[in-house]
């Protein structure tokens, strides 16, 4: 009966649509800029600790290891010699997170559509550590202002009127950590969603071939053939 339910095909199951995998990740791409450029700004901004003692003040900061030609030898009227290490270390990882920042930048630019798995999680990676050296050089800038005032409070009867504060280059460090963070959250999410895209669209070929194949196998008249 061609009228009837069984000499109807099976409809074929629909399928369910695929999420478009976006070619760029201009988010994270997008913070990531802007962390790098007030990187740059604490750089040039010698200002990351301002200290009074006395009648003179003390601006200490990346510039000035690099201005004393990265001479560690030597102490400072105020800061011990191994305290300039601090300042070394601080400008390590500024430099740092620029290098990395500035590759991670380019990464999220590419057409990630055609490019292997591993170019994504590269690019998490680099976020991650560009994250990681941005608060180390913050957390070494935050304890040498710890050391700067317990030597103030040990010479209280020597320096008077002596105060230790944050400057600006400080706080556009702080600022580019936070930016940086905030792009390796979306480039995090934005590698699981490709990972799920991509799954899912090598999935799809094998979903198409094989529903034919069910459908002609309820067809009536093949199945009269065989008995």
Known sequence: MEGGPLGRRAAIPAIPAIPAIPQRCLAPALL??????????????????LLHAGNRSYVYGVSYVLH??????????????????????????????????????????????????????????LHTSTVLSTAAAVAS????????IQEIKSHTAAVLNGSVGFGESFYFAVIAGAMSLAAAAISFVYARNYRGGAVTASSRPLTVETSPLLSESTDPDTLGEYG
């Open 32 to 49: 990531q800029g802007f962390a790098i450029t007030s990187l740059c700004t604490a750089l040039s901004d010698p200002s990351w600790l």
């Open 141 to 148: 800038c935050s304890y040498l202002y710890v050391l700067l």
């Open 68 to 125: 004393r030609g990265l001479n560690l030898t030597a102490g400072d009227k105020v800061l011990h010699k191994t305290w300039l290490y601090l300042l070394l270390v601080m400008a390590l990882c500024c430099y740092l997170s620029i290098l990395l920042g500035s590759i991670v930048f380019l990464l999220d630019f590419l057409d990630t559509r055609k490019a292997r798995p591993v170019v994504v999680k590269v690019a998490v990676l």
